[in-house]
């Protein structure tokens, strides 16, 4: 059974920096588009972050220059580095694995559990 399991989490102040990471488990996921997203209280889930098989790789705009996606192939995990953390970062952030092979990567159909990011002073 394919599972994908994230960790790395946490509580940060503003500016701090946290790296997720998301260990898969039962398929090759480096073959395919993979994914951060998140979700706040009372917001709709968001795309924040994808990378595809050859590593080309998109975020959202108000991550861009401070978060980044990264895969270890021969891990099959997929991280994310986060810096200059905001408040408006917090949120449930969830690992997913894709069905695409390339950008723009916009369907996925196997998802984490999440890993809660809190950032507050």
């Known amino acids: 059974q394919v599972q994908l399991m994230e960790s790395g989490g946490g509580s940060v102040q503003p500016g701090g920096s946290l790296r997720l990471s998301c260990a898969a488990s039962?398929?090759?996921?480096?073959?395919?588009?993979m994914g951060w997203f998140r979700q706040a209280p009372g917001k709709e889930r968001e795309k924040v972050a994808v990378?595809?098989?050859?590593?080309?790789?998109s975020y959202v705009d108000s991550v861009k220059g401070r978060f980044t996606i990264s895969k270890d192939n021969a891990k099959d995990t997929l991280y994310l580095q986060m810096n200059s953390l905001k408040p408006e970062d917090t949120a449930m952030y969830y690992c997913?694995?894709?069905?695409?092979?390339?950008?723009?990567?916009?369907?996925?159909?196997?998802w984490g559990r999440g890993t809660l990011v809190t950032v507050s002073s």
């Open positions: 990378i595809d098989r050859i590593g080309s790789t």
């Open positions: 039962g398929s090759t996921y480096s073959r395919y588009c």
């Open positions: 997913a694995g894709g069905n695409n092979y390339y950008l723009p990567c916009n369907s996925f159909s196997t």
